[in-house]
């Protein structure tokens, strides 16, 4: 079955330093996003991107996250100057692009933890 | 903005049938999915319900009512692995993006 791969699955990373989040999504999906979890509670939506550019973005998603769909295959968030309540997991999800809702497919996460 | 309300905790007995109910307040949607998640790992797309009435997919049912702001996921034959969390999730925009409950923490006892 089709996968969602996420790199790297645990991240440590000292606050004000830049990290990026990888994702593989499945390769006949149109629709990515990046959603994030604190820990126990709910998962929030950042962004979602569609035909190489941001189609819609949360509060959340402010001017310290980007996102890049650099070649074919990856997509990445990049967080420009982490704090700590960056901490969370980061999911990545992709669905397709069919006239129905077939539900997304999440990666794994990426648990950043922000020291 | 929308806002979606789950119970924090369900506990049920291996074989019994559970209703987990999600009743929600928002300006306009496409529909209500569902997701179960095991211990912090990747949610998993359960159902999918843009209608009113009932979705079944094998043990899982889910149902919409839109006139009510409500919905449920109706598990069956409960097996100890469909102990998790549970999230309802209103589909919103037109790029698909999806609000989540706070989920339910279904707990299967043997």
């Known amino acids: 079955e089709p996968e969602v791969t996420q790199t790297p699955s645990h991240q440590v990373t000292q606050m004000g330093q830049e990290v990026i989040l990888r994702c593989v999504p499945i390769s006949n999906h149109l629709y990515f996003y990046w959603y994030r979890q604190i820990l126990g509670q709910k998962v929030e939506f950042l962004v979602s991107f569609y035909n190489n550019e941001i189609s819609e973005k949360s509060e959340i998603f402010d001017d310290q996250f980007s996102v890049e769909r650099p070649d074919g295959s990856n997509f990445t968030l990049k967080i420009r100057s982490t704090k700590l309540e960056d901490s969370a997991m980061y999911f990545c999800?992709?669905?397709?692009?069919?006239?129905?809702?077939?539900?997304?497919?999440f990666g794994s996460g990426t648990r950043l933890t922000v020291v | 903005g929308q806002s979606l309300e789950q119970p924090s905790e369900v506990t049920a007995v291996e074989g019994a049938i559970v209703q987990i109910n999600c009743t929600y307040q928002?300006?306009?949607?496409?529909?209500l999915s569902w997701y179960q998640q095991h211990d912090g790992g990747a949610p998993t797309f359960l159902s999918y319900n843009a209608l009113d009435g009932l979705e079944e997919t094998g043990r899982f049912s889910s149902f919409l009512s839109r006139s009510d702001s409500y919905g449920y996921l109706l598990l069956q034959e409960l097996q100890m692995k469909d102990s998790a969390s549970y999230f309802c999730a209103l589909r919103t925009g037109s790029a698909r993006q999806l609000t989540f409950g706070s989920g339910t923490q279904l707990t299967v006892l043997p």
């Open positions: 999800a992709s669905s397709g692009a069919g006239a129905g809702f077939e539900g997304y497919t």
């Open positions: 928002t300006s306009g949607f496409y529909g």
